[in-house]
């Protein structure tokens, strides 16, 4: 199993493009999340997915849209890029609630 | 509205000796409670957590937890820790009907020195 994976590692972008971060798991679970990173603020809740068709939002949902029209993949759109939204982003996944969540290897985002 | 307070940003300790990572939070509801670890340039992994039952769990790698629901504490303890603990360190809870919407501490560094 590969487990979560993200795609791109890292990206670099201006203000006011648009971009996908891609999401996928292959171990069949309901539940995902996405999460940002930023120093001294632990990680904080974008948006989640209690299964596939099932979206809603987190602590810090402006900014970002998701779908989920598979139970592998949750990608997360940014619709107009900003310097705020500078930060490391990680996905998540878990087979039932409060089991332990899954994490990718997150993805580095740049705006400048 | 639930909040995670990990009282020390930075525990510089030697190696072999013992550290305790605090961890407060706030609730108006029962919580189920986690201890996630990032090593650099990686992901979250678990740790440990408590869901319910007894107030002292044990997880991965010797570390162990105690809840406190009084002092509404979470603490990570290790009674002797080595130079690869070295990693960032994340208290999280969940509140009873919110599945799987954690909601983490700052985090602390621990660092190890031999």
């Known amino acids: 199993n590969a487990g979560v994976t993200q795609t791109p590692k890292f990206q670099v972008l201006k203000t006011g493009q648009s971009m996908t971060l891609q999401c996928a798991q292959d171990?069949?679970?309901?539940?995902m999340s996405w999460y940002r990173q930023d120093p001294g603020m632990g990680l904080r809740l974008i948006h989640y997915s209690v299964g596939a068709g099932i979206t809603d939002q987190g602590e810090v949902p402006n900014g970002y849209n998701v779908s989920r029209s598979t139970t592998e993949d949750f990608p997360l759109r940014l619709l107009s890029a900003a310097p705020s939204q500078t930060s490391v982003y990680f996905c998540?996944?878990?087979?039932?609630?409060?089991?332990?969540?899954?994490f990718g290897p997150g993805t580095r985002l740049t705006v400048l | 509205a639930q909040s995670v307070t990990q009282l020390d940003s930075q525990v510089p300790v030697f190696e072999e000796a013992p550290v305790e990572l605090r961890c407060n939070y706030s609730s108006s509801v029962s919580v189920y409670l986690f201890w996630y670890v990032q090593y650099p340039n990686q992901g979250l992994q678990l740790l440990l957590k408590?869901?319910?039952?007894?107030?002292l769990v044990k997880g991965i790698n010797g570390f162990e937890a105690e809840f406190n629901k009084s002092q509404t504490s979470f603490h990570l303890r290790k009674p002797s820790v080595h130079i690869s603990d070295t990693a960032e360190y994340f208290c999280?809870?969940?509140?009873?009907?919110?599945?799987?919407?954690?909601?983490f501490g700052g985090g602390t560094r621990l660092m190890v020195k031999p």
């Open positions: 408590y869901l319910s039952g007894s107030t």
């Open positions: 998540a996944s878990a087979g039932q609630a409060y089991n332990e969540q899954f």
């Open positions: 999280a809870v969940t509140r009873g009907n919110a599945g799987n919407m954690l909601t």
């Open positions: 171990m069949n679970h309901e539940y």
